[in-house]
């Protein structure tokens, strides 16, 4: 075990990513050497942030709980802490289960644990001024910027608000230092994220102001893409779309969740907008920014989806053609609405194979998208070098979770700089270039 030295894991989704960066960054200043998912622990101190969000998540957090209380039980581990959504929601359950943690912290009382190590012993503390405002543990390059907490949408199968608590916009001069810190360390590709990206700002005056916010990053001197995600589409900003099309650095690119299409589930899953809603509200998006990209996510097993729900879904998702989609299965989730009043009555075979055929639907529609591509010449950034390829990505692309362009290193490439790139071929989850 090395002393003074912490090893940070964590779980879910990239906010609960931010959280650890900005908690790593604090303890640095303390004396502490922080490091981030390694793949050989070896600190005297392990801290674990989780999620709660679906099942599947919550048993990986337990999982991962459970493997570093059996490192600490072997006397590989002096001290274990674990903070975020899971313990936010199951404090008093993962106290009595797993006992070897030392604490258990919430989603907001992270920060305590500052206070609980202390400085590091024997270490020299740095100076406020001296490291930047977060540990970043992406590349240097790009960076996750979130820009509020918690939801006021009440969405019967969703679990968060009742994680999170309600919306609670950041300051937006706060945000504007966060980026312009960034910057200044070398960052130039941000991604802004919140759990309801276009609610921003309306529980400071009860108006949004997610577009004066993209405005002025991207009015940020070094500030290249900005990127959007997690947007809803009820009330849509419109406002937003025209940021978009004016300011080249906002990536034609946007994350709206969109769970369903058929008025009887949008209904039941207390969406508050409808089917031609929704549709008026896709077709304006790519008239008013033209190329964009979207992305969304989608639902199927919701309870009293029928067949002919799920024939709509599918066909919407047919004519929307999105660039980018994802699709998981319903999970019922203690304590939501549908939780507590409705039955979950689509037999677990069944969302399967409801998944599977609308994923497939989208892997079809995905390939000819991209293979579109192939012939232009397009702007990508380089995240990394592996093997014999350089792997970068276009403005159409969020970091992990999108296609990636691959580059033969036929020459030495600068990892995140960009570079105009001729795309030669395609195939189902990736681009090829080469350099022009």
């Given amino acids: 075990m090395k002393k003074n030295h912490i090893d940070f894991i964590t779980m879910g989704c990239s906010k609960n990513l931010v959280d650890s960066e900005s908690l790593m960054r604090r303890l640095e200043s303390n004396g502490y050497h922080c490091t981030h998912d390694p793949k050989h622990p070896s600190g005297e101190i392990a801290v674990i942030n989780t999620c709660g969000f679906i099942g599947d998540a919550k048993e990986e957090s337990v999982n991962m709980i459970l493997e570093y209380a059996q490192r600490k039980q072997q006397g590989k581990l002096s001290r274990l802490y674990v903070m975020g959504c899971l ?5 008093d359950d993962l106290e009595a289960e797993i006992p070897e943690v030392d604490k258990y912290y919430g989603k907001f009382n992270f920060n305590q644990l500052i206070a609980d190590l202390g400085p590091a012993e024997g270490s020299v503390q740095a100076g406020p001024d001296s490291l930047p405002v977060r540990h970043l543990t992406t590349p240097h390059h790009y960076a996750y910027v979130k820009i509020a907490e918690g939801c006021d949408r009440r969405c019967a199968y969703c679990a968060i608000p009742l994680i999170t608590g309600k919306h609670h916009s950041r300051p937006k001069q706060e945000i504007l230092d966060e980026i312009r810190s960034l910057v200044a360390g070398g960052t130039c590709e941000f991604q802004i994220i919140e759990q309801e990206l276009t609610y921003y700002g309306v529980d400071i005056d009860g108006k ?7 405005e002025d990053i991207a009015n940020i001197k070094g500030v290249k893409w900005i990127r959007l995600h997690y947007a809803y589409p009820n009330q849509f900003p419109m406002e937003l ?19 369903h299409i058929s008025d ?3 209904e039941r899953m207390h969406r508050h907008v409808s089917k031609q809603e929704t549709i008026d509200l896709v077709k304006a998006i790519r008239q008013r920014v033209p190329g964009i990209h979207l992305r969304t996510t989608l639902m199927v097993g919701f309870p009293g989806e029928t067949d002919e729900d799920f024939n709509e879904l599918v066909e919407f998702v047919r004519w929307a053609r999105f660039e980018r989609m994802g699709a998981f299965a319903y999970s019922e989730e203690e304590g939501t609405y549908s939780a507590q009043h409705y039955a979950d009555d689509v037999a677990p075979e069944v969302k399967e194979q409801r998944l599977a055929q609308l994923m497939a639907v989208q892997q079809d529609i995905s390939e000819e998208i991209e293979a579109a591509k192939v012939g232009r010449v397009m702007q990508v950034i380089i995240d990394r070098k592996e093997g014999g390829y350089y792997i970068g990505r276009t403005e159409f692309c969020s970091p992990e979770v999108d296609p990636e362009v691959l580059i ?7 990892v995140g700089r ?4 001729r795309i030669t071929d395609s195939d189902e989850f990736d681009l090829y270039g080469e350099v022009v």
């Fill in 408 to 414: 033969r290193a036929l020459r030495p490439l600068r």
């Fill in 241 to 259: 779309l025209d940021v978009m099309a004016r300011h080249d650095n906002v990536c034609k690119y946007l994350d709206i969740a969109l769970q």
């Fill in 87 to 91: 313990s936010q929601r199951y404090l």
């Fill in 264 to 266: 009887h589930m949008l």
């Fill in 418 to 421: 960009f570079y105009q790139v």
């Fill in 208 to 214: 949004r102001h997610i577009a004066d916010l993209i």
